[in-house]
């Protein structure tokens, strides 16, 4: 069974970079047949999808943080990591990472989510 489990600190200063890894066990992240994903969901709103990594490596991401968001794998870790930079207050969320098959609707696991405050 996978399980993801994410990691990084809790509280960001504005205008500095986010930065979160998921842990991945029970799965390569390099299996074909899924995706690697980051969400978060802002305090009294819903889930928002921030990217992608799939198994070659390439990576898509949600226009509105485009220009913001990286994502990123270490392989021999079974890693993937999430970096938002210039991050301001409204980017204070629980942010999950989570795997979807390929093709699929639904993400079929989740990690836990981890708080981050954006605050000076």
């Given at each position: 069974?996978?399980q993801l489990?994410e990691?990084?600190?809790?509280?960001?200063?504005?205008?500095?970079t986010?930065?979160?890894?998921?842990?991945?066990?029970?799965?390569?992240?390099?299996t074909?047949?899924?995706?690697?994903?980051?969400?978060?969901q802002?305090p009294?709103?819903?889930?928002?999808w921030m990217?992608?990594i799939a198994?070659?490596?390439?990576?898509?991401?949600s226009?509105?943080?485009k220009?913001?968001?990286?994502i990123?794998?270490?392989t021999?870790k079974n890693?993937?990591?999430l970096?938002?930079?210039?991050?301001?207050?409204?980017?204070t969320a629980?942010?999950y990472c989570?795997?979807?098959a390929?093709g699929?609707?639904?993400?079929a696991s989740?990690?836990?989510?981890?708080?981050?405050?954006?605050?000076?």
């Amino acid at each position: 069974q996978v399980q993801l489990q994410e990691s990084g600190p809790g509280l960001v200063k504005p205008s500095q970079t986010l930065s979160l890894t998921c842990t991945v066990s029970g799965e390569s992240i390099t299996t074909s047949y899924y995706s690697w994903n980051w969400i978060r969901q802002p305090p009294g709103k819903g889930l928002e999808w921030m990217g992608v990594i799939a198994v070659d490596g390439s990576t898509y991401y949600s226009p509105s943080l485009k220009s913001r968001t990286v994502i990123s794998r270490d392989t021999p870790k079974n890693q993937f990591s999430l970096q938002l930079s210039s991050v301001t207050p409204e980017d204070t969320a629980v942010y999950y990472c989570a795997q979807k098959a390929v093709g699929g609707t639904d993400f079929a696991s989740w990690g836990q989510g981890t708080q981050v405050t954006v605050s000076s």
